[in-house]
């Protein structure tokens, strides 16, 4: 079946460094791809997504790029903040239109 | 900007007690999803709710949980008998559209404790 793997947190990095979080996936078709993020004490929310081969979705200076022939969806980021600081979530739709999500990275970014 | 609303934040029961977990959705979404979240596992899928019934369930969602939307704004997930590996954090979710295509959006999420 559909799943996503997302590289084992945390991860921890001084202000301004540049950020990798990795997802692969596994899935039949072509399903869309999603970041969300979870900040301290609150809900996932959308960060950002790609619908099809080759589309990059960015936001926040976040981008990932939908990476068919190797099964990615990679997260990354220039220069982060400390308020970056959050759980990252790898998600591919599912067949049925529900969410198949990674096991989450937490980030903590240092001043 | 409308977001999803969930009460309570935090749960607390006893082992075999029913909770009920109450979600109101942002008002002009059609689609309503709960996920689960153990602690420091994964986000995890239990149900899909459009058009005033579960759309898909996963193997999570066995026969001790079921979902309602009682009214025009509430979407609420029982657990008859609550068991000691049901404590977690309990997220509902809406969209206007199927989940695949449309970006979820997410309510603060209510702690289950079971003991």
């Known amino acids: 079946g559909n799943s996503v793997t997302q590289m084992e947190g945390p991860v921890t990095l001084s202000e301004e460094a540049f950020l990798t979080i990795n997802c692969t996936y596994t899935a039949t078709g072509y399903p869309s791809l999603f970041w969300y993020v979870q900040y301290p004490g609150e809900g996932l929310q959308l960060l950002l997504k790609a619908t099809k081969a080759d589309d990059k979705g960015s936001n926040k200076g976040f981008e990932a790029t939908y990476r068919k022939e190797t099964t990615s969806f990679h997260l990354e980021k220039g220069s982060v903040q400390v308020s970056d600081s959050a759980v990252y979530f790898c998600?591919?739709?599912?067949?049925?239109?529900?969410?198949?999500f990674g096991k989450g990275t937490k980030l903590s970014v240092k001043p | 900007e409308p977001e999803v609303t969930q009460t309570p934040s935090h749960q607390v029961t006893q082992m075999g007690q029913e909770v009920i977990l109450r979600c109101v959705p942002i008002?002009?979404?059609?689609?309503f999803y709960w996920y689960r979240q153990i602690l420091g596992q994964k986000v995890e899928f239990l149900v899909s709710f459009y058009n005033n019934e579960i759309s898909e369930k996963s193997e999570i969602f066995d026969d001790q949980f079921s979902v309602e939307r009682p009214d025009g704004s509430n979407f609420t997930l029982k657990i008859r008998s609550t068991k000691l590996e049901d404590s977690a954090m309990y997220f509902c979710?809406?969209?206007?559209?199927?989940?695949?295509?449309?970006?979820?959006?997410f309510g603060n999420g209510t702690r289950l404790t079971v003991t």
């Open positions: 008002s002009n979404h059609l689609y």
């Open positions: 979710a809406s969209t206007p559209g199927p989940a695949a295509n449309s970006p979820l959006h």
């Open positions: 998600a591919l739709g599912g067949s049925q239109g529900n969410l198949i």
